[in-house]
Nanobody, 124 residues
């Protein structure tokens, strides 16, 4: 099983990026997926999560109203649209997937698979 995150890069404050996380090795259409981030010197932070059918989403307080998570189960892919980016959004972004839970969760311990991360850098 592999989760391949992409779409990171360097962007100016106020700009947008769209992250993708493509899963391979099994289907995750019945599993919740999520995004977490880790900035240098900081602990891992929950960003967003989405239920298996995409009907329920959760967001961390720092990204609410700016980020949108979505998924395409036919493509086994989850997306994170990031708008109005701020320098404090600079971090390594990781996607994650549960192995059987369909309900969206903020708890990193409930995720069984993790991607390698994609770096997002927001300049001021």
């Amino acid at each position: 099983v592999q989760l391949q995150a992409s779409g990171g890069g360097l962007v100016q404050a106020g700009g947008s990026l769209r992250l993708s996380c493509a899963a391979s090795g099994r289907t995750f259409s019945s599993c919740a997926m999520g995004w977490f981030r880790r900035a240098p010197g900081k602990e891992r932070e929950f960003v967003s999560a989405i239920s298996a059918n995409g009907g329920v989403t959760h967001y961390g307080d720092s990204v609410k109203g700016r980020f949108t998570i979505s998924r395409d189960n036919a493509k086994n892919t989850v997306y994170l649209q990031m708008n109005s980016l701020k320098p404090e959004d600079t971090a390594d972004y990781h996607c994650a997937a549960t192995s059987w839970r369909s309900i969206a969760t903020k708890d990193p311990d409930e995720y069984d698979y993790w991607g390698q991360g994609t770096q997002v850098t927001v300049s001021s």
